[in-house]
């Protein structure tokens, strides 16, 4: 079947071993001193062993593969652990999985295991990196709106919003208005929060110094695709360089099976806006 699967690319791989703590469900080893895909069934596609690998080479690509089995994966959990199984649990959670969390809960409970997440339904541990933990911002309580320790309230609904580390499928990105910015935008413009964030799902990327950006293109596309977005906003920098964000929203539009309208922004570097036009599918 056609899914999502992690790829590595081995050139750059320098075999730290970094992203196996990232993949409880056991689909990586490090094996003659690269880190290796030993199994397409226990592979999620989710990327979580992104984030840590500190020379980007870890990406997610769509491609024949065996289809993912959460029993099968369990199976292999259980053997490692409460904390692996705990880890496992959290990052299913974490990535709004709920259909295989809700396999892995009934595989343990059918088999009597304790499961680490219902003693405390409020802990929200986090496997891998802890700024990569994935938080639903949108209902935060007027009092923290308000934001009485600072003079000028966030706008920021969920966390993380780094393009590398977001999931495309997160919640708040469903049927949603999202914004894709350039890293500098924010700092141009004074009243970004509330004159564009407000309300609004974000991700942020440099299309000059992020690299392995096929996977940028991967999760546009899933916006499109999976997450159903309503709209896109590209927002970028009036310079050459930035142009490029706005060449992958274009591009992953051109590779999608559903058509999204698509708006774009172009900032000055004294905040002015110098275009906001929409693209034409």
């Known amino acids: 079947m056609l899914r999502k699967i992690i790829k590595i690319d081995e050139k750059k791989c320098t075999g730290c071993g970094d992203c196996i703590p990232n993949c409880p469900e056991g689909a990586l080893q490090i094996i003659d001193g690269k880190a290796r895909l030993i199994s397409d069934l226990f592979c999620d596609g989710l990327g979580a062993c992104i984030g840590p690998c500190p020379v980007g080479a870890m990406t997610v690509e769509e491609r024949e593969a065996e289809p993912y089995a959460e029993k099968k994966v369990m199976e292999n959990i259980v053997k490692q652990g409460k904390n692996v199984i705990k880890a ?11 259909g295989y969390l809700k396999e892995a809960v009934a595989f343990l409970n059918e088999r009597g295991v304790e499961v680490p997440m219902e003693k405390n339904k409020n802990t929200h541990a986090h496997s891998g990196c802890p700024g990569a933990k994935m938080v639903d911002l949108r209902n935060k309580s007027e009092a923290e709106e308000d934001g009485a320790s600072v003079k000028a309230a966030s706008q920021l609904k969920q966390w993380p919003i780094q393009l590398h580390l977001v999931n495309p499928e997160a919640p ?13 935008v924010a700092y141009a413009l004074g009243n970004f929060h509330n004159d564009y ?13 992020d690299e392995n950006q096929e996977i940028y293109l991967e999760k546009i596309k899933s916006w499109f695709e999976d997450a159903k977005i309503n709209t896109l906003t590209v927002m970028i920098m009036q310079v050459p360089c930035c142009r ?6 274009q591009t992953a539009l051109e590779k999608s099976k559903r058509k999204v309208p698509v708006k774009y922004i172009v900032v000055g570097i004294n905040g002015e806006i110098i275009t906001e036009e929409w693209l034409s599918n």
């Open 244 to 249: 490029g964000l706005l060449n992958l929203a």
């Open 197 to 209: 964030l407000k309300g609004k799902p974000i991700a942020i990327a440099c299309p000059k110094l």
């Open 172 to 184: 708040y990105y469903q049927k949603a208005d999202v914004l894709l910015v350039a890293d500098c």
């Open 88 to 98: 496992h649990l959290e990052h299913l959670k974490n990535h709004g999985e709920t």
